[in-house]
C-alpha cells in the first residue's frame, strides 16, 4: 500500500472510531499470540485451535454490535414497554458474556451483566 493510502486509512478509521464511540480493545498481555484449543470430550476425534487474538477480535465485535443495537433500541421510537424489554435482552447478553472477560486487558472494556459486575 502507498504511503498516502496509509495516511487516508488511518484517518477513516479514527473517523469511523469516533463517530461510532469505538475504541481499540487490547487483549490482556497473557494471552497475546496464545491458542485457543478445543479438545472433543470423545476419543478420535481432532482438537481444533485458533489464534487467541482471532477468537478475541470476534468478541469484541459482538460487544461493538450489541452496543450498537442498544443505541439503536434507546433511540427508537418504539413505546418505553417495548424498549425495556428489549434492553432486558441485551442486558442479558452481556451477563452471558461475561465469561469471556478474562480476556481483556482493561476493566471498562468488560462486559457488565445486570448485577453490574462479572
Do not use: H
Not at 61 to 66: A, F, K, P, S
Not at 70 to 88: F, R, T, Y
Amino acid at each position: 500500500m502507498a504511503p498516502i493510502d496509509n495516511e487516508l486509512e488511518a484517518t477513516i478509521r479514527r473517523i469511523i472510531r469516533e463517530e461510532t464511540g469505538l475504541t481499540p480493545v487490547a487483549p490482556a498481555e497473557k494471552w497475546r499470540g496464545g491458542q485457543l484449543v478445543l479438545r472433543p470430550g470423545r476419543p478420535g476425534v481432532q482438537e481444533k485451535a485458533m489464534p487467541i487474538d482471532s477468537f478475541f477480535n470476534k468478541v469484541v465485535m459482538l460487544r461493538n454490535r450489541l452496543r450498537t443495537l442498544e443505541q439503536q433500541v434507546n433511540a427508537s421510537e418504539m413505546p418505553d414497554d417495548q424498549k425495556l424489554k428489549l434492553q432486558g435482552y441485551i442486558t442479558a447478553c452481556y451477563g452471558s458474556l461475561t465469561s469471556f472477560n478474562v480476556l481483556f486487558a482493561n476493566d471498562d472494556d468488560k462486559f457488565v451483566g445486570s448485577g453490574g459486575g462479572d
